[in-house]
């Protein structure tokens, strides 16, 4: 095989696994990192620097569009991105210390935390969970227009939401993924924000939270361009066509079949990592 | 009066097309790497990435990357592409400084001066 041969199946993967992650909700750096690892045998370090890079790509483009249209909560994001860079640098330090088994094993873990998560029933907000202080003092409140009526609402919770950001800003460090579906349970979840407007603020604040990992796993050689662009060319029109796609599939059966691919990726993984065969 | 002009939505918009350019930007950059890297090596074989080596100090450093892509390096090119890439949020949240400066919210000042401070820490090992 020729590098460019090679380069050219990497491209179409990532095209794949960036339609898929639009698809399934999850995102694409969790389709890559597998895609990389166990199609192409890559090490789970280049991996991970390349899945990286193309979350930054991908999210900043969605989130462009998302903060033209006036939902994205710019002061929560800003806020709550104290919380994900601080453990995305921490993640990506730990990163560079613990075996690729290690990696291995809790990127599948959180890969079938995410495929699960996403068959939950969306939540019932019981309850307001009471005034928040800090939201007050900070202003974290906005309103955004459907085409019924204007939406005003607040954040609750403000320090568990903080709490929860950390630990999704930690994860996308270690593991070269934008921890999305983490991102929007804290804010639809705990802060208790409607669910519109924490997708968007999450999409926002994946490009910043994986921008602070990425500085790091640039200065300890964990980047290489030959392998990154094709991912990064790849994953930005895959996740674009199917942000676009996405609207009009109303099949549970396509949603059910991705999700049962990402599962299967899941298991191998965590096999692998496992039995120490990456 | 400046808080008019730095008005929500404005700030929205830049926000939003300082996103969209600096996107653009990178992967064209990374695209003419791409084209300059396969038209000189496209037929050799491919590296093996199953054994992780570690990128050469060239490729870690913004002095080492930008050399390399003024040698016309098609590696280089596309590394440099890449931290345009990386750069994109960075400058978004300066933009975010500047607008809640302007707007007169020094609490977000300085939550905004917190979050650049992390993400120019991440970048300093690659810019010393």
């Given at each position: 095989m020729t590098l460019l041969s090679m380069t050219a199946l990497l491209w179409s993967g990532a095209l794949t696994a960036g339609l898929v992650g639009a698809l399934t909700g999850l995102g694409g750096g969790v389709v890559i990192v597998p895609m990389l690892a166990l199609?192409?045998?890559?090490d789970v370090r280049y991996a991970i620097g390349a899945s990286l890079l193309s979350v930054i790509a991908t999210s900043s483009g969605a989130a462009a569009a998302y903060v033209k249209e006036g939902i994205t909560n710019i002061r929560v994001g800003m806020f709550l991105e104290v919380a994900t860079t601080m453990g995305a640098i921490a993640g990506a330090l730990v990163a560079t210390h613990v075996s690729t088994s290690a990696v291995a094993i809790l990127f599948g873990a959180v890969l079938l935390g995410s495929v699960a998560t996403s068959f939950?029933?969306?939540?019932?907000?019981?309850?307001?969970g009471g005034e928040d202080r800090l939201a007050g003092w900070l202003g974290l409140e906005g309103s955004y227009r459907t085409a019924l009526e204007e939406v005003h609402y607040r954040a609750r919770r403000v320090p568990l939401g903080f709490g929860v950001m950390v630990l999704a800003g930690a994860l996308s460090g270690l593991l070269?993924?934008?921890s999305g579906a983490l991102k929007v349970i804290a804010m639809d979840?705990?802060?208790?924000?409607?669910f519109k407007v924490s997708t968007a603020t999450s999409n926002f604040m994946i490009g910043v939270t994986a921008a602070a990992s990425a500085g790091i796993y640039v200065t300890r050689g964990y980047i290489d361009p030959a392998l990154a662009f094709p991912v990064v060319l790849g994953a930005l029109p895959g996740a674009l066509v199917g942000s676009r796609l996405l609207p009009r599939i109303h099949s549970n059966v396509l949603r059910l079949l991705f999700a049962g691919v990402i599962g299967i990726l899941a298991v191998e993984m965590l096999y692998k990592g496992i039995t120490g065969r990456l | 009066m400046a808080w008019t002009r730095w008005n929500e939505e404005r700030v929205d918009q830049a926000i939003g097309n300082t996103l969209r350019a600096g996107v653009l930007l990178a992967v064209a950059i990374v695209a003419v790497g791409a084209a300059v890297f396969l038209a000189r090596h496209g037929a050799e074989r491919p590296p093996d990435y199953h054994v992780f080596r570690g990128?050469?100090?060239?490729?870690?450093t913004v002095s080492g990357i930008l050399e390399a892509a003024l040698r016309g390096s098609g590696r280089g090119i596309i590394q440099l592409g890449l931290l345009f890439l990386i750069a994109t949020p960075v400058a978004r949240v300066i933009l975010s400084v500047a607008a809640f400066a302007a707007q007169g919210d020094r609490k977000f000042v300085v939550v905004t001066l917190m979050v650049l401070g992390a993400l120019l820490y991440s970048l300093l090992g690659a810019l010393a």
């Amino acid at each position: 095989m020729t590098l460019l041969s090679m380069t050219a199946l990497l491209w179409s993967g990532a095209l794949t696994a960036g339609l898929v992650g639009a698809l399934t909700g999850l995102g694409g750096g969790v389709v890559i990192v597998p895609m990389l690892a166990l199609g192409f045998g890559v090490d789970v370090r280049y991996a991970i620097g390349a899945s990286l890079l193309s979350v930054i790509a991908t999210s900043s483009g969605a989130a462009a569009a998302y903060v033209k249209e006036g939902i994205t909560n710019i002061r929560v994001g800003m806020f709550l991105e104290v919380a994900t860079t601080m453990g995305a640098i921490a993640g990506a330090l730990v990163a560079t210390h613990v075996s690729t088994s290690a990696v291995a094993i809790l990127f599948g873990a959180v890969l079938l935390g995410s495929v699960a998560t996403s068959f939950r029933e969306p939540p019932g907000k019981s309850g307001d969970g009471g005034e928040d202080r800090l939201a007050g003092w900070l202003g974290l409140e906005g309103s955004y227009r459907t085409a019924l009526e204007e939406v005003h609402y607040r954040a609750r919770r403000v320090p568990l939401g903080f709490g929860v950001m950390v630990l999704a800003g930690a994860l996308s460090g270690l593991l070269g993924i934008g921890s999305g579906a983490l991102k929007v349970i804290a804010m639809d979840n705990v802060m208790r924000l409607p669910f519109k407007v924490s997708t968007a603020t999450s999409n926002f604040m994946i490009g910043v939270t994986a921008a602070a990992s990425a500085g790091i796993y640039v200065t300890r050689g964990y980047i290489d361009p030959a392998l990154a662009f094709p991912v990064v060319l790849g994953a930005l029109p895959g996740a674009l066509v199917g942000s676009r796609l996405l609207p009009r599939i109303h099949s549970n059966v396509l949603r059910l079949l991705f999700a049962g691919v990402i599962g299967i990726l899941a298991v191998e993984m965590l096999y692998k990592g496992i039995t120490g065969r990456l | 009066m400046a808080w008019t002009r730095w008005n929500e939505e404005r700030v929205d918009q830049a926000i939003g097309n300082t996103l969209r350019a600096g996107v653009l930007l990178a992967v064209a950059i990374v695209a003419v790497g791409a084209a300059v890297f396969l038209a000189r090596h496209g037929a050799e074989r491919p590296p093996d990435y199953h054994v992780f080596r570690g990128e050469p100090g060239e490729m870690r450093t913004v002095s080492g990357i930008l050399e390399a892509a003024l040698r016309g390096s098609g590696r280089g090119i596309i590394q440099l592409g890449l931290l345009f890439l990386i750069a994109t949020p960075v400058a978004r949240v300066i933009l975010s400084v500047a607008a809640f400066a302007a707007q007169g919210d020094r609490k977000f000042v300085v939550v905004t001066l917190m979050v650049l401070g992390a993400l120019l820490y991440s970048l300093l090992g690659a810019l010393a």
